[in-house]
């Protein structure tokens, strides 16, 4: 299950295998190779880098005009991770880093995505034509992740809160980390080198933002608003889609139909995504222009539909509408070992902006020999089978660790948050750990650190035999040992105690009420202020 900074909205929904399963009851889940070189369009790209303002990779600054005007930009620079990308940004925006340097900073770091993006889009597409029917490449999951990124900062930059600022800004950052892991896929060449060089600067000017966000808007911190009484659903979601939330998939007047018995107006739920989002098309049986403000509602029949579905950035306000959990199945197989990335081994992976899923079973059913998981009931798999970097709190769920590959080691969580100001992390609660049929005597441990201020909890969940004493794994040597967040609070069960816990700088096996609280569905996702009456049974404190 990954777990990446993107906001959508969900019914009664099923997960298995890529995301988790959602139950309407009992959980509240805050979520879910080849390539030609084209050395002339690297060379074209990299010197239109130099002749920029700034190298930040090379710790290139320039002259500041922003300096001469009053503005002391060096010291606002000194408390960011990163004081020579800070200097580069600032000292480019002239003006408006004195009116605004956060503003300045972000307009300055969508001004490099959009850079980054245009050479690993022409590096993409010139490949493309080349692969035939190969998985897509490392390349084309970064074309498509720095327009995400694009888009995430502009919305930081309009966002009504600080709290929407900083998810934003954490979105957007992941979104860096991902590309960079896609890039290992790519064969070397000039131009995944580029593309990875431009990516690592724009990471350090997003991670400036950030930290110029927390120092200079914090103070002024503006919560979300509460929910008013007639409004329980999150205020981005319209009044339009709460009633297509609120109604059976029989009283909705869909844009396409997909069906398996071909009683629909389409086979596969991807024919159906590309035609209704490719132009506006009318409802089915009706001359009506469509269906809401630009919502495009595909109701997908009971049945087991073997296919990958992809909702990319540009397809947005799509909704997929099933039959139950249960019902409408949507199975996947994709794998690191079948020559995908992890980005786009995903069952379903909605990158659009305003996607809403209901009444859906979703599986990945690799299996632990291709480096996934599969799952039954509840949320299980194997190795770091929660992963990802989001602020997700995953409650009231069944986790079940499942046997790995000889010679593995079993781990539940792999959080991958890289910067300190993100604010995200995995939070698990009230849930019931137990070792699947299959474990046997493996141990399992409850997370390891896959990047550097990796951030999970488990609190007041019960913990079987199956979770070694230990509790925590390390990644590799002494890495993030020291800067990672794992926290235990009121856990109950033989694995529960504490006591042969490892001794980590960053772990804290007694959490406070009061840290404990910073970690639930009320505090950490503001849960509060969208959840409301759903349909979802929620916790919202300890």
């Not at 009664?12 to 070189?37: F, W, Y």
């Not at 074209?44 to 930009?73: F, I, K, L, R």
């Not at 981005?236 to 609120?246: A, F, G, M």
């Not at 993100?422 to 990047?451: E, F, M």
Request: aromatic share 6%; with cysteine.
């Amino acid at each position: 299950m990954r777990l990446s900074s993107q906001r959508f909205a969900a019914g009664t929904m099923g997960m298995n295998g890529g995301t988790s399963r959602r139950r309407r009851r009992q959980e509240a889940v805050a979520m879910v190779l080849a390539i030609a070189t084209l050395a002339a369009v690297a060379a074209a790209g990299e010197q239109q880098e130099t002749t920029a303002s700034s190298v930040v990779g090379d710790n290139v600054t320039v002259v500041s005009p922003t300096e001469a005007s009053g503005v002391n930009v060096t010291a606002i620079c000194l408390s960011t991770p990163y004081p020579g990308a800070c200097r580069t940004a600032l000292s480019s925006s002239g003006s408006q880093a004195a009116k605004d340097p956060f503003a300045a900073s972000v307009q300055f770091a969508m001004a490099r995505a959009a850079s980054a993006r245009a050479l690993a889009r022409n590096l993409s597409s010139a490949s493309s034509g080349r692969r035939g029917a190969l998985p897509p490449s490392g390349m084309d999951d970064c074309a498509e992740l720095l327009d995400v990124s694009h888009g995430q900062l502009g919305d930081a930059l309009a966002a009504g809160s600080t709290h929407d600022a900083t998810t934003w800004l954490s979105a957007a950052l992941t979104n860096q980390d991902s590309c960079a892991d896609s890039l290992d896929a790519v064969p070397a060449s000039a131009g995944r080198e580029g593309v990875r060089r431009r990516v690592g600067a724009l990471s350090e000017f997003i991670g400036t933002a950030l930290a110029l966000h927390a120092k200079l808007k914090g103070a002024s911190a503006t919560p979300p608003p509460s929910p008013s009484p007639n409004r329980t659903f999150p205020s981005w979601v319209s009044d339009h889609d709460r009633k297509i939330l609120e109604s059976a998939a029989g009283g909705v007047t869909p844009n396409a139909v997909v069906a398996l018995d071909g009683s629909g107006t389409h086979g596969t739920i991807g024919d159906a995504i590309a035609a209704v989002t490719s132009a506006a098309m009318a409802p089915v049986g009706s001359s009506k222009a469509g269906v809401g403000a630009g919502r495009k509602v595909i109701y997908v029949k009971a049945g087991r539909y073997e296919e990958s579905v992809r909702i990319s950035s540009r397809q947005r306000n799509v909704m997929l509408m099933g039959d139950g959990k249960g019902k409408t199945v949507i199975v996947g197989h994709r794998s690191a070992a079948d020559g995908y990335t992890t980005y786009a081994s995903a069952t379903v992976a909605a990158m659009g902006s305003g996607f809403i899923a209901k009444g859906l079973t979703i599986i990945n059913d690799a299996g632990p020999g291709k480096g996934q998981f599969y799952a039954e009931d509840g949320i299980s798999g194997t190795v770091d089978f929660i992963f990802g970097n989001s602020a997700v709190v995953i409650q009231n769920c069944d986790i079940h660790p499942r046997k790995p590959r000889q010679g593995q080691k079993d781990t539940i969580t792999a959080q991958g948050r890289t910067d300190p100001n993100q604010n995200t992390g995995i939070s698990i609660h009230k849930c019931r750990i137990a070792a699947a049929s299959d474990l046997g005597g493996t141990k399992v441990y409850l997370g390891r650190p896959w990047k550097a201020y990796s951030r999970t909890v488990v609190m007041e969940s019960s913990l079987d035999h199956s979770i070694t004493p230990a509790g925590w794994l390390e990644w590799s040597g002494q890495f993030a040992l020291s800067t990672l967040y794992y926290g235990e609070y009121g856990n109950s069960g033989p694995g529960a105690g504490t006591s042969g816990r490892v001794k980590w700088g960053g772990v804290h096996t007694a959490l406070s009420t009061v840290e404990a609280t910073r970690f639930t569905v009320r505090d950490f996702i503001l849960g509060d202020s969208w959840l409301g009456d759903t349909g979802v049974s929620y916790t919202s404190g300890l």
